[in-house]
């Protein structure tokens, strides 16, 4: 089947798409490209006019201020500087570009702890909706003033499939300045091919050669691959396209028109807990298991007990998230902890029936209980 075919059978149940606009679309060195936001604003509103709901994901933040400092300085400060100047330009363009279409934005700034904290991020979404509701276009960008790792998130490519997740988008638009996935990096081979449609997304993504990441924007192939991956784990479609295409929106929401790469979705969505330990949380630690403990959760749908555990890494706490590596020390899986480091030191290779006497006290039999246990190949 070809991308037409299986469009015209995923599209037909969208009803809310979260649409991602790179840095490397929306400005140069000269700054803010103020005839293409106009141009996507068209385009955005003649879907929200369709009847869907959309959420934008915007970059351009720290390009923009770059440009209005006449600095371009690559130190953390001098991003951050960079992201609180442009900011305001950026919303500036979008409102200006929205507001001669009758349409309201409204803007987000997130950092990693809004979408990785429970709380935050069901405030998050809750706000999202409200503003869906009062036909208001949310505008969501990383919080770059503040954020230090998650500055280098691959611009915003990330935040975005974990927005599309949060709200339960059905597709996700990554546009970006290139046609689509190649099979290699234009820039080093001339035979480099668009990829117009990927079924598995597991198999197919592994062997992608990734291009690096432009003079403008921080993310390159790698992180939208890396985010189509998630989304399509979480059962959303993605269609990674041409930006500067004209009505490559409105081309990436038609059945009959082909564009970009299609990315299908896994066939079974994986569960939104589950999708939220792997892809939201980030380790603080680890825990190297040995092979019948790691071949038991892998293939037998099990606990960790801690006789199974042969080396702890990092100082967590108890309900931290931790990596959980073979004894071949790749990381397989990822968990929720019910000890801290310190009380899981003691109890490595040890019976769960001994818990009590080597700590005084026993909050559970599993160092890792299989609810909170998610392999990074699953599905369920």
């Not at 400060?77 to 200006?96: F, H, N, P, S, V």
């Not at 969501?140 to 990330?158: K, Q, Y």
């Amino acid at each position: 089947m070809s991308q037409l075919d299986y469009k015209t059978l995923l599209l037909a149940p969208v009803r809310r798409i979260v649409i991602k606009v790179g840095s490397a679309v929306l400005s140069n060195r000269d700054g803010l490209r103020v005839g293409v936001i106009d141009h996507l604003a068209d385009q955005i509103e003649a879907v929200l006019g369709r009847g869907h709901e959309v959420v934008l994901v915007t970059s351009g933040a720290i390009a923009a201020g770059r440009a209005r400092l006449g600095r371009h300085g690559a130190s953390m400060a001098e991003r951050q500087a960079a992201a609180a100047t442009g900011q305001i330009e950026l919303m500036r363009q979008w409102a200006k570009a929205f507001e001669v279409r009758g349409r309201t934005i409204a803007q987000l700034l997130l950092t990693h702890q809004d979408v990785a904290e429970r709380p935050r991020r069901l405030n998050a979404v809750h706000t999202i909706r409200a503003l869906m509701a009062a036909n208001a276009l949310p505008v969501v960008n990383e919080n770059d003033t503040v954020a230090v790792e998650e500055i280098r998130m691959g611009d915003n490519d990330v935040l975005s499939s974990l927005v599309a997740d949060m709200i339960q988008a059905e597709l996700l638009i990554i546009l970006s300045d290139v046609e689509g996935v190649l099979t290699g990096d234009p820039r080093k081979r001339a035979d480099a091919r668009l990829i117009p449609l990927i079924t598995d997304p597991e198999a197919e993504m592994r062997g992608l050669v990734a291009e690096s990441a432009g003079p403008l924007g921080s993310g390159g192939m790698a992180t939208k691959l890396q985010a189509a991956r998630q989304a399509a784990r979480a059962g959303i479609s993605v269609i990674i396209a041409p930006g500067c295409e004209p009505d490559a929106i409105v081309a990436a929401t038609d059945p009959v028109r082909e564009i970009g790469t299609l990315v299908m979705p896994a066939p079974k969505r994986m569960r939104s807990r589950k999708h939220w330990i792997a892809f939201a949380l980030r380790p603080v630690g680890a825990l190297a298991l040995d092979r019948g403990a790691a071949e038991a959760l892998r293939n037998r749908g099990r606990s960790l007990l801690a006789s199974g555990v042969r080396e702890v890494r990092g100082n967590f706490r108890s309900g931290d998230c931790v990596s959980l590596l073979d004894d071949d020390d790749v990381e397989f899986g990822r968990g929720l902890v019910n000890y801290p480091a310190a009380d899981v030191l003691r109890l490595k290779g040890k019976q769960s029936a001994d818990i009590v006497q080597v700590l005084g006290y026993k909050l559970a039999d599993e160092i890792v209980h299989r609810d909170n246990f998610v392999l990074l190949n699953e599905t369920a």
